[in-house]
């Protein structure tokens, strides 16, 4: 089993920056692809990015390329996203996701790939 706890939601203005944070806990955290997904309400939980057991490779969803960066510190068992840049439509909730299998890059942006799954953090940008 594996524990995921999110932190660093908030609210900021459009243009603005937040640092999103995900404690895993449970199992070896250098055997796990995380990833981060987010729901805004009425809509579908989508892809943000993920980065690799070894963090060399990331992976990012094309509406926040070149905005959002995702990071790991295997030694503090976290994950880490910081978003720059901000915009309205970034508004929802954040949940980070962990999974232990060996995976593929065209199936890393399913929800359903991941086994593990935080209690999610919400980000609100007020334009």
């Known amino acids: 089993q594996v524990q995921l706890v999110e932190s660093g939601g908030g609210l900021v203005q459009a243009g603005g920056s937040l640092r999103l944070s995900c404690a895993a806990s449970?199992?070896?955290?250098?055997?796990?692809?995380m990833g981060w997904f987010r729901q805004a309400p009425g809509k579908e939980r989508e892809f943000v990015a993920a980065?690799?057991?070894?963090?060399?490779?990331?992976y990012y969803a094309d509406s926040v390329k070149g905005r959002f960066t995702i990071a790991r510190d295997n030694a503090k068992n976290t994950v880490y996203l910081q978003m720059n840049s901000l915009k309205p439509e970034d508004t929802a909730v954040y949940y980070c996701?962990?999974?232990?299998?060996?995976?593929?890059?065209?199936?890393?942006?399913?929800?359903?790939?991941?086994?593990?799954w935080g209690q999610g953090t919400q980000v609100t940008v007020s334009s």
């Open positions: 996701a962990a999974d232990p299998r060996a995976y593929t890059v065209g199936v890393l942006t399913t929800p359903s790939r991941y086994e593990y």
């Open positions: 449970g199992r070896t955290f250098r055997s796990l692809l």
């Open positions: 980065i690799s057991r070894t963090a060399s490779n990331s």
